[in-house]
């Protein structure tokens, strides 16, 4: 299964968009636009004394935003608030407005990534990135398929969602033949529903982290490759 | 002359340093409430609670205190499942339950808190949703199935999803009889079991919450609302009596090691078994 991949983001409204080409190999149809404003004046009674508010809002495709995203908020801003340097800007708020463009399954990691490269952008001082993927366990085959699309999703015996920071160490024992075994994984988010074991929660959790290191060295490439454009643009 | 030195009184101190008021116990391995770490407080299950529901129960966990009841009513199917009937969970917290909760619409808190009680039940596939078929096309039993805290000591979604899955088990509904567009429910005045039927549950999910504390690296079974307040992140476990998992979050807070995450499923097995246990003695 080779196919080309998608990810579509963008980044503080008055910027441009970029895509990139994303180095899993799956084709993922999400696309999401996400815009940061911040750190700007926040209402009183949301003022933190020695913090900056964080503030998320998802919209979703189609109609009015319903529970679901009002539990995506809560995702995002939970994960995010150990990850900002809030103490850096007490006192303010930093509003982020996530919105669907296109659903074709792994919404919810799509968000968080789209998130953080908004955040990148926009220049908010974070502690480390942090790198989202969705995987499912097929109910025919019993196989773990990552970044699944909306069709797999619906056959899906359980899916799983693991978001993790570039800063956990992977502890890997050098002596086990086996690799997939040798890796201990840190979570910052993870979110499970269906029917699975514990093993294969365990081994989703595993699949992920590798997956998740693709998504660092995109980010990483994406942030270098506008940083350059920017750079030519000044010069010429 | 000695330089007066502050003192306070517990309370006091709780007061202006919470973190620090609650990190003096947790290094010796208790809590303020003389809980250990990894106690899960007094649990008590009532059922049929409530006599004008199809179905009630009532959930006590520490000071947390859920009342759920379950309405049945008959409703046109949605386009795309004509012979499934549908379930509609919903959680409120309101002012009544804590004056942290302010009057109005549902809070960010309470809609997460429904929204993930609502994936357990769906994902996990508690209920063949064509059971509650009458007549496919026409009509379905929908059924509403209302959480309400009266009291909220912390723990919201382990006290909500025990009172659900209770009061799903106590459902009785009048059989129905579908004839040209009218439905007529058996008559007589008490539920029997010839006139009416049980819900036919696949599974009994229940849950084991814990908050982590990130400054002093612990993890504590079922916090309540002091502890709640000053912790960083939540783990909940959700576990069916097979011991299959149903549902696993981990949210907010500083990463989590996986022997952290394995045990809190090995302590929410051990929960889980005495929840069932209380709730099928009652």
Known sequence: MS??????????????????????NRADGSAQFDFVVGPAEVKLRDEKLDKATLEVVVRPLVGLPGIKDKAREQAIRETLEPLVLSGLHPRTG???????????????????????????DAGIPLKSILGAVTCIVDSETNQILLD????????????????????????????????????????????????????????????????????????????????EKEQQQIHS | ????????????????????????????????????LDAFRPTTVHHGVISTANGSAMVRIGG????????????????????????????????????????GPPSEQAQAVSEAINRVLKESKVLDLKDLCIEEGKAVWVLYVDA????????????????????????????PTYQEGTIKVSGGSTATDENSFTLKLARTPLSATFAIFDTT??????????????????????????????GVTKIGAASCSQSAMKDCVQSAKKRTQQLRNIMNQQ
């Open chain 1, 3 to 24: 196919r080309l991949d998608r990810t579509r983001t963008s980044a503080h409204q008055l910027r441009p968009f970029f895509s990139s080409q994303n180095l899993l």
């Open chain 2, 64 to 103: 947390t205190t859920v009342v759920c009841g379950v309405k049945a009513e008959v409703a046109e199917p949605k386009l795309d499942a004509p012979d499934q009937g549908y379930l509609v969970p919903n959680v409120e917290l309101s002012p009544m339950c804590s004056s942290k909760f302010r009057p």
């Open chain 1, 94 to 120: 930093i509003q982020i407005v996530v919105q669907t463009m296109k659903d074709d399954g792994s919404i919810l990691a799509t968000a968080f990534n789209a998130t953080i490269l908004a955040l990148l």
């Open chain 1, 148 to 227: 699944p699309t909306s069709q797999e999703l619906a056959n899906a015996k359980s899916t799983h969602t693991f978001v993790f920071d570039n800063k956990s160490s992977i502890t890997s024992n050098t002596e086990s033949k086996d690799q997939e075994d040798a890796v201990e994984v840190a979570t910052l988010y993870s979110d499970s529903t269906g029917l699975f074991s514990e093993e294969e929660y365990f081994k989703c959790a595993q699949i992920c982290y590798k997956a998740v290191q693709a998504v660092h060295g995109f980010i990483r490439t994406a942030v270098q490759k506008k940083l």
């Open chain 2, 148 to 175: 309400v805290c009266v009291a909220y000591d912390g723990n919201i979604f382990d006290a909500a999803l025990a009172a659900i899955m209770a009061a799903l088990n106590n459902v009785r509904i009048r059989k």
């Open chain 2, 1 to 36: 002359m000695a330089t007066p030195a502050f003192t306070f009184t517990p309370s006091t101190f709780q007061k202006l340093h919470p973190a620090e008021f609650f990190r003096r116990f947790t290094t010796e391995g208790v809590r303020p409430d003389g809980r250990l």
């Open chain 2, 217 to 246: 690296l612990t993890i504590l079974a079922d916090p309540n609302v002091t502890e709640e307040t000053i912790s960083d992140g939540q783990i909940s476990i959700a576990l069916d009596e097979t011991g299959q998992l149903c």
